[in-house]
């Protein structure tokens, strides 16, 4: 059974790079990968906010958030 | 052919969780995946400054820096 991933973004330049350099090199075999941009799915943020997320662009893998670099914060989102 | 992948690190448990979580998820079909402990392989700070990488843990794909989470700051290596 593939492991869900999921790839949290709000548009940014910083978060593009992150999608399609990271999050795209994951290993598909291995991992269900969801984008969601926060940016036009904002019910999504508290779920991002329960996972650890801090900042955009970042990832969740095994329930942990993996920021990478630093597009937004969370709180520009709401 | 595949795509050089550098995972940099200082053995913090911030970078082993990237490293066992995010490093470890790439598609070893698409990247050869190299990891570099910059705290025993400080001839490799220069290296990893060059491309761009200000913390570790931190993944260099196609020559740029995506810094995960944080760990340690590369001035602390040196």
């Known amino acids: ?10 548009g940014c330049p910083v978060c593009v790079a992150a999608e399609q350099n990271v999050a795209n090199a994951l290993d598909a075999g291995r991992f269900n990968l969801e984008i969601v941009h926060l940016g036009t799915e904002k019910s999504r943020v508290a779920e991002a906010e329960g996972s650890g997320v801090k ?22 989102l709401k």
Chains 1, 2 share one sequence.
């Open 1 to 10: 059974m593939k492991t869900k991933a999921i790839f949290y973004h709000a």
């Open 55 to 76: 900042s955009v662009p970042a990832l969740v893998l095994h329930g942990v958030a993996y920021h990478i670099n630093f597009g937004a914060g969370i709180e520009a």
